[in-house]
């Protein structure tokens, strides 16, 4: 096996999965004949209470929309539509509390009680076509429930990581205008309850004109919690009220569906738009064909949280739209200690894990001799997404967890693709570890230099080109714009190369020897912490939020743990400079977590005399990058003040 060289490994499937995989090397061909054919034909595997008879209008590009003229309701596809086939007795969630001891298993016909139920109630509530409801809840079914029921009543729903704070849920109601809040008392986390709903309240109260009508808050932990009167209602009071038969709506395919925001290169996070047909389309081809999914006899657990995308596709979409059972798990891998996911993988049969590169890293620093005390036989098929997955954590997830036999399937995509654009195909591709190997049938990308030059695949192995990665045709789960924003929808993505009608997706890539593709991560102003989209620009804007901070810069340095970490720079105000460097880096910590989220929190924080910038006041994100990680400086013949690094060097 060679370290250097993952280029020169490859990972065939077996035989026997290759015999009985979804998707063959016929997919390829079929997409490549003809584009649109392809993608009605995937679109149709769902049901359409219109047919659609247009695949793709992209004459208001970059607006697109795709099966424009058809009409549907995505809840009844994800729910309905398998109890009227006759298996409502099957398993969607086996939902694993994290006490242990808690789990609850949902059928699809439970489920459809439920969702109508919580449909009824918003309407109820008056929240119908186009409104906005923002989740703020933990991993708990009513989190699902909830999004399906915005959805079947034609709402937008805006999850919020329940992670995020006050001061950023706040942020994204006011952006979408939500006219309720659906959270719950408390959470879970690392073996204590903690409150959650309290959050909501600072949230609101921060409000100047408050567009939340009603909070609906679900029981999870039983911990005291004050409701506020005419606004506050418990969900099981709620629930008990209305009746388990909801007739869906259809709309139309270009209904949006919901609303994500996620971060950008500026400090106010982007409500990507994510609309209804052509969204679901592709989240249920990808997950059929890329997990391979046999709904009858698979069990999946998708690891992520309902807060980012990837929960949004692959726990709630993509998976009940095509009638899979899975895990939904609410805590954390090391509650109540580091046996847990592998405990759950036994206890429910998973056959399909995927999860992000900085779990499979956590894992390997547990060790294998903990893992190989389970038995994790069940498992066929192991998937990665989040970041660029180190050849040595892939060879380790297939070797350790995949006894040398099962696929793993490396998936790049971003919240504003809506789903996987590039991966292997379990059953047809020879994959190499760290590589995401090509698009997928019906998904155009190219990767390209400055002038949008193709680059050519590499000759040899290591230092060749790196350029953008850009996708050069419309994919049905495209992101249809950023909410309230058009111009900086068509900024973000589009300018870039708007000559050739490209989408610039913010990361680099380079070409392998056999043409396919190696993803390097984000080249703007993005960084990707344990697989979290967080921006410098966000986290600069809540470090000088703080009344003693003049300046700040913030960059993402290399992390062998989280991919890359968080390290600032910042110049205090001189009344604050007086203060011990240990507070006031504690007090910036805090205030980060306070603003964003933990999960936002600089690795590092150093208190510096100055920031090296251009002449033109620009700071040199790249030379503190180089600091940070402990490079030799690059070039800094642009540099205003070179001095000005001994002085920062000094002060690390
Ligand atoms: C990175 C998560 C390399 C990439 C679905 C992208 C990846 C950003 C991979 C999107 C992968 C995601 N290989 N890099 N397999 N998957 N990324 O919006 O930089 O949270 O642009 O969506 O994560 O992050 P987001």
Redesign the pocket.
């Known amino acids: 096996m060679s370290d250097e060289q993952p280029e020169l490994e490859s990972y065939p499937p077996s035989p026997e999965f290759a015999a009985n995989a979804n998707a063959t090397a016929a997919l390829y061909d079929e997409a490549e004949a003809d584009r649109l054919a392809f993608w009605a034909a995937q679109a149709n595997r769902l049901h359409w209470a219109t047919p659609f008879t247009e695949v793709l209008d992209w004459s208001g590009a970059p607006f697109a929309k795709w099966f424009g003229d058809g009409k549907l309701n995505v809840a009844y596809n994800c729910v309905d539509r398998h109890v009227e086939a006759g298996n409502g007795d099957r398993v969607a969630l086996h939902w694993e509390g994290e006490p242990v001891g808690d789990a609850r298993s949902i059928t699809y016909a439970e489920l459809k009680d439920e969702v109508c139920r919580a449909a009824n109630a918003l309407t109820d509530l008056g929240v119908g076509k186009g409104d906005r409801v923002a989740i703020y809840m933990p991993m708990i079914p009513e989190a699902v429930v909830a999004m399906l029921a915005c959805a079947r009543v034609g709402a937008l729903h805006s999850v919020v990581f329940a992670g995020y704070s006050a001061a950023a849920l706040r942020a994204r109601i006011e952006d979408a205008e939500a006219k309720m809040v659906i959270t719950s008392d408390g959470q879970y986390r690392r073996g204590a309850a903690a409150p959650l709903k309290p959050g909501v309240d600072e949230a609101l109260s921060g409000m100047g004109d408050c567009p939340v009508r009603n909070v609906l808050v679900v029981r999870r932990t039983g911990i005291d919690t004050p409701m506020t009167e005419g606004r506050d209602l418990w969900w099981d009071e709620v629930m008990n009220t209305v009746s388990n038969e909801h007739t869906p709506e259809a709309f139309e395919s270009e209904h949006p569906l919901f609303l994500l925001y996620?971060s950008g290169t500026t400090g106010k996070p982007k409500g990507?738009v994510h609309t209804s047909g052509g969204y679901l389309t592709q989240s249920a081809y990808t997950h059929f064909n890329v997990f391979d999914l046999k709904p009858e006899t698979d069990v999946y657990w998708c690891t992520a949280d309902i807060g980012?995308?990837?929960g949004h596709?692959y726990i709630v979409y993509g998976p009940l739209a095509n009638g899979a059972t899975q895990v939904l798990y609410e805590g954390t891998p090391a509650s109540p200690d580091e046996h847990r996911h592998f405990q759950v993988i036994d206890k429910y049969k998973v056959t399909i894990y995927y999860t992000a590169?900085t779990v499979i890293r956590t894992f390997m620093r547990w060790g294998r001799e903990l893992v190989r005390e389970h038995d994790l036989s069940s498992l066929r098929l192991l998937g990665?997404?989040?970041?660029?997955?180190n050849p040595e954590a892939w060879r380790w997830y297939r070797h350790v967890m995949g006894k040398d036999q099962t696929p793993v399937v490396?998936?790049?995509?971003?919240?504003?693709?809506g789903a996987?654009m590039?991966?292997p195909l379990p059953g047809v591709t020879d994959c190499k570890p760290g590589s995401?190997m090509r698009p997928l049938p019906g998904i155009s990308a190219k990767i390209v230099d400055d002038d949008g030059n193709e680059l050519q695949p590499a000759p040899e192995f290591g230092g060749e080109a790196t350029g953008y990665?850009v996708l050069d045709k419309p994919w049905p789960s495209m992101l249809r714009g950023v909410w309230g924003d058009p111009e900086r929808f068509k900024e973000t993505y589009w300018s870039r190369f708007a000559e050739q009608g490209w989408y610039f997706?913010?990361?680099g890539a380079r070409y392998g020897s056999d043409g396919e593709v190696w993803?390097?991560?984000?080249i703007d102003d993005?960084m990707?912490v344990s697989?979290?989209?967080i921006s410098t620009a966000e986290v600069e804007s809540a470090l000088v939020g703080h009344a003693g901070v003049a300046e700040a810069a913030v960059v993402g340095a290399t992390d062998a743990h989280t991919g890359q970490a968080i390290c600032a720079f910042v110049i205090l105000k001189e009344h604050a400079a007086a203060q011990s460097t240990e507070d006031m880096v504690h007090e910036l910590r805090a205030e980060v977590a306070r603003e964003i989220s933990p999960i936002a929190k600089p690795r590092e924080i150093h208190v510096v005399p100055e920031l090296p910038k251009t002449r033109s006041g620009k700071i040199m994100r790249r030379l503190l990058r180089d600091v940070a990680e402990g490079r030799e400086l690059g070039d800094t013949s642009t540099l205003l003040d070179p001095k000005v690094f001994e002085a920062i060097r000094a002060a690390k």
């Open positions: 996620t990507v980012w995308v990837t596709t590169p990665s997404v989040g970041e660029p997955i490396d998936t790049w995509w971003q919240t504003e693709t996987i590039i991966s995401a990665l997706a913010g990361d993803v390097l991560g984000r993005v990707n697989g979290h989209r």
